[in-house]
């Protein structure tokens, strides 16, 4: 019943914030982060790894006849407002695709700049009250390192080293990242970038916005067995409330995700 009514509010209010200006939404994010998280966290199961596809920067700069780096900017934000929210469910995992390996036939421009803006923000994850440090977030960038420019392997290499003793939280940053690649390292060195789920933990919530409903080779081993989310919202709009549903989604049918998961891994063992 909790779960039918908690499902029907959070629809009439998405309803209503269409209309609602991003200063306005914003405060409202924050405030449904802090006030309703926790209580979820209590009456519904959260998993404890989520991937998020973070896709629409470009088209939701295009939309506000904005230049397509300040796109890209708003997502990076949208990327800290998400990590307030997941640090009140307390998960232990959240691997985001910021750059894919394919993502390379861009402009020089476009690449350079996310080059660019990856270091910056890199840099200032290790800064006095980041979200980072007030959440105890250990940072990772996972990809192939050797396609990346020497400063951004710098700051990363930094990022980790100094945050690598932090334990609440791990944010997997998937940067020139391509599943097909990992999965050829895994035969060749026995090892995944991002660990694999185990039978003993929900499955994962793999969520994915801008109404694409495609992995683009994204943990394609990591997320067999997890539940997919494809919602419409571009990532820089994405707020406590999409999170919310996706979670409501994902109480609805994770079980059944979960037995597949327990009875492949029995017949493996």
């Known amino acids: ?17 269409r209309f609602a200006s991003d200063r ?18 209590r009456v519904l199961v959260v998993p404890n790894r989520m991937y998020f596809v973070m896709d629409g920067n470009r088209r939701w700069a295009k939309g506000r006849n904005l230049q397509t780096q300040v796109g890209h900017l708003e997502g990076y934000n949208c990327l800290k407002r998400l990590l307030e929210a997941i640090s009140l469910l307390e998960v232990e995992e959240v691997t985001v695709y910021a750059f894919s390996v394919s993502n390379f036939q861009r402009t020089a421009t476009e690449k350079t700049y996310l080059m660019d803006l990856a270091c910056d923000k890199l840099k200032e994850m290790l800064t006095r009250n980041d979200i980072v440090e007030k959440h105890d977030v250990r940072v990772r960038l996972v990809g192939e390192h050797d396609m990346l420019p ?120």
Request: with cysteine; charged share 15%.
């Open 24 to 41: 306005v939404l914003d405060a409202i994010s924050a405030w449904v982060a802090w006030a309703l998280m926790p209580i979820l966290k």
């Open 150 to 269: 020497k400063h951004v392997i710098d700051a990363a290499n930094n990022a980790e080293k100094e945050t690598s003793k932090r334990t609440k939280c791990t944010l997997n940053i998937a940067f020139a990242y391509s599943s097909q690649l990992e999965m050829q390292n895994l035969r060749k060195k026995g090892s995944l970038y991002v660990s694999e789920p185990t039978p003993s933990s929900p499955p994962p919530l793999f969520i994915r916005t801008s109404g694409e409903s495609r992995f683009s080779d994204y943990l394609m081993y990591q997320s067999a067995f997890a539940h997919i989310c494809f919602q419409s919202v571009l990532w820089p709009d994405y707020r406590a409330w999409h999170l919310l549903a996706a979670l409501l989604d994902y109480n609805l049918y994770y079980k059944s995700a979960a037995a597949a998961m327990q009875k492949c891994f029995d017949k493996q063992n």
């Open 1 to 17: 019943m909790i779960l039918w009514i908690t499902t029907l509010v959070v629809a009439s209010a998405l309803l209503l914030l």
